[in-house]
T-cell receptor, first 109, second 111 residues
């Protein structure tokens, strides 16, 4: 079974700061998705990365896929309170989506 | 329509009750999923339906019974649940092998 690791587990920052969270595996990803989940809601897809070395931008969010496709990062520039939530990475594996444990982000005003 | 609709939003039930969770999507997705999520944990897969056939059952107790009446609907029938079954139950759909679209979940409390 594919195991995903995410770091840090928790992150609390002030509004306006930058941050990076990470997702990695000992095995090669076929593709990787990032989701954000707010309390009491379902996860919402942010991006899918497929190609090693790929960089995708979504407003203030920048997603990178490692060259070897074994790691990915999510960088948020000038974080806002609306960015607060649980950030999950996931991979499609064996008819299932395997999720990492998540990074719980809190952005304080 | 890019929504997955789950009802009810909240459910409180006793250990002897029978209830059902419902999920609907109109995106033409042929894979539908039930996930269970405990507080501060990632979603854990319970069941996968692919082309209306049950393809994965992750050793879920028989007190949870899934049903896929057609390609747009997914139900989860609940019977004789335990307090430890209290959790957020998430439905999701996808094109087979593609990204998940989640509903907003049913917050279940078993008393």
């Amino acid at each position: 079974t594919q195991l995903l690791e995410q770091s840090p587990q928790f992150l609390s920052i002030q509004e306006g700061e930058n941050l990076t969270v990470y997702c990695n595996s000992s095995s090669v990803f076929s593709s990787l998705q990032w989701y954000r989940q707010e309390p009491g809601e379902g996860p919402v897809l942010l991006v899918t990365v497929v190609t090693g070395g790929e960089v995708k931008k979504l407003k203030r969010l920048t997603f990178q896929f490692g060259d070897a496709r074994k790691d990915s990062s999510l960088h948020i520039t000038a974080a806002q309170p609306g960015d607060t939530g649980l950030y999950l990475c996931a991979e499609y594996y064996g008819q299932n989506f395997v999720f990492g444990p998540g990074t719980r982000l809190s952005v304080l005003p | 329509d890019t929504e997955v609709t789950q009802t009810p939003k909240h459910l409180v039930m006793g250990m002897t009750n029978k209830k059902s969770l419902k999920c609907e999507q109109h995106m033409g997705h042929r894979a539908m999923y039930w996930y269970k999520q405990k507080a501060k944990k990632p979603p854990e897969l319970m069941f996968v339906y692919s082309y209306e056939k049950l393809s994965i059952n992750e050793s879920v107790p028989s007190r949870f019974s899934p049903e896929c009446p057609n390609s747009s609907l997914l139900n989860l029938h609940l019977h004789a649940l335990q307090p430890e079954d209290s959790a957020l139950y998430l439905c999701a759909s996808s094109k087979v092998g593609r990204e998940l679209f989640f509903g907003s979940g049913t917050q279940l409390s078993v008393l």
